[in-house]
């Protein structure tokens, strides 16, 4: 069974950064895909970054350019610095890892972006 601890998110102004980091502990095989995804309340969770053992990235439109996704594999942890943050970026941020076929979920860190 993995575990993964989120931390990081919090309150901030429109214009700032909050860095999300997630650690995966418990697994015994090497964690494939890891990835960062979202849910405003009364909206569909969506995927905001996705990143790749080898270091390929993935991002939603809406971040392209704001948001940056990186993992250091050795502490299986995967991070997303989030900058120029607005007021749209507001939901609960989950980290997944994927590892033998499987995805796990974090508890959700909560990031508010005031106006």
């Known amino acids: 069974q993995v575990q993964l601890v989120e931390s990081g998110g919090g309150l901030v102004q429109a214009g700032g950064s909050l860095r999300l980091s997630c650690a995966a502990s418990?697994?015994?095989?090497?964690?494939?895909?890891m990835g960062w995804h979202r849910q405003a309340p009364g909206k569909q969770r969506e995927l905001v970054a996705g990143?790749?053992?080898?270091?390929?990235?993935d991002y939603a439109e809406s971040v392209e350019g704001r948001f940056t996704i990186s993992r250091d594999n050795a502490k299986n942890t995967v991070y997303l610095q989030m900058n120029s943050l607005k007021p749209e970026d507001t939901a609960v941020y989950y980290c997944a890892v994927g590892t033998r076929g499987i995805v796990y979920w974090g508890q959700g860190t909560q990031v508010t972006v005031s106006s």
């Open positions: 418990g697994s015994r095989s090497s964690i494939n895909n």
């Open positions: 990143i790749s053992r080898g270091g390929s990235t």
